[in-house]
């Protein structure tokens, strides 16, 4: 998959950089899109001049923030119903379980830093939404983490790739490094209870 996002970028260009960036961060189905890889492989292209980093990062904001509203209305409409379907291939209760307990932590900040965690950042809005959260609360924290996710991760790897000759060849430990990050929020506590169950057993 990180092999195919060069490819996927310059083929899909800002409209579907916006369309993946949108249902990953409002559309339930867009759970498993590559958004943190995405937008800092694009940052890289940038650099390249395939890009244009300003272009890029105005549309990936507009489209992080446009996905979370929705995100948002579609919880504050469908209320607790969703916390009653049934698992299928594209919907684990697990996962909105651990959205949850992410939002019970850290309130209304989820919506900022939740940006930064796979899986979380499609139900945090959701969850804002079925919690009746404030909207504008809510807006404040979803313009600061559209921007800091949206915006930051292109720099970053626009800064890189004129930083790095030949930045291509290290492209794929890159990503991998970004999405060993992006992922290490949500794996940690996992890791933890796992400790604490085994120690409970014996």
């Known amino acids: 998959m990180f092999d195919d996002l060069p490819s996927l970028i310059r083929t899909a260009g ?10 990953e961060s409002g559309i339930l189905i867009g759970l498993f899109l590559p958004g943190d890889s995405l937008l800092f492989t694009a940052g890289i292209l940038a650099s390249q001049g395939y890009l244009h980093i300003g272009i890029l990062c105005f549309v990936g904001w507009i489209a992080a923030i446009a996905g979370d509203s929705v995100g948002y209305a579609f919880g504050q409409h469908v209320g607790p119903r969703i916390f009653t379907r049934d698992d299928s291939r594209f919907w684990n209760k697990q996962h ?3 959205a949850r307990a992410f939002y019970t932590k850290y309130g209304a900040k989820t919506i900022l830093l939740a940006r930064f965690v796979p899986i979380v950042r499609t139900f945090a809005p959701v969850l804002a939404g079925v919690g ?5 609360t809510f807006l404040l924290y979803n313009l600061i983490g559209g921007a800091l996710w949206a915006v930051g991760l292109p720099l970053l790897g626009y800064f890189l790739g004129n930083a790095i000759p030949d ?3 290290y492209l794929l430990p890159l990503i991998a490094g970004i999405v060993l990050l992006s992922v290490m929020p949500a794996v940690i506590p996992m890791i933890r209870s796992w ?5 409970h057993t014996l």
């Open 132 to 136: 009746h959260m404030r909207y504008r």
């Open 96 to 98: 909105i379980e651990h």
């Open 14 to 23: 800002y409209l579907g950089i916006a369309g993946i960036l949108f249902a």
């Open 167 to 169: 930045v291509d060849r």
């Open 195 to 199: 400790f604490r169950n085994r120690t």
